[in-house]
């Protein structure tokens, strides 16, 4: 069992910044896969993005790529995801979820956190 517990979102201007955290408890942290997903108000679930249990793979949706970094930190059982350049269409609920397997499917996620808002103003 793993549980998530997201934070650092808030409200920003167009072109700055956020650090979301995802916090993880349990001993097997290292062994997940995670993933960052978002959901805007009237729309469905969307991938941003995921990293493997190692930290060696990413993947980003093209809506975020080169703007947003994922990252983790094991021993701190973190995962992060940096957004810089941020837009309007940002905005949304963000939430990180894992699996054994990096994927860009959600419903293919075990694990999931409640969410953070994310409100970037134009």
């Known amino acids: 069992q793993v549980q998530l517990v997201e934070s650092g979102g808030g409200l920003v201007q167009a072109g700055g910044s956020l650090r979301l955290s995802c916090a993880a408890s349990?001993?097997?942290?290292?062994?997940?896969?995670m993933g960052w997903f978002r959901q805007a108000p009237g729309k469905e679930r969307e991938f941003v993005a995921a990293?493997?249990?190692?930290?060696?793979?990413?993947y980003y949706a093209d809506s975020v790529k080169g703007r947003f970094t994922i990252s983790r930190d094991n021993a701190k059982n973190s995962v992060y995801l940096q957004m810089n350049s941020l837009k309007p269409e940002d905005t949304a609920v963000y939430y990180c979820?894992?699996?054994?397997?990096?994927?860009?499917?959600?419903?293919?996620?075990?694990?999931w956190g409640q969410g953070t808002q994310v409100t970037v103003s134009s």
């Open positions: 979820a894992a699996r054994r397997v990096a994927s860009t499917l959600d419903y293919e996620y075990d694990y």
């Open positions: 990293l493997s249990w190692s930290g060696s793979l990413t």
């Open positions: 349990g001993r097997t942290f290292s062994t997940y896969a």
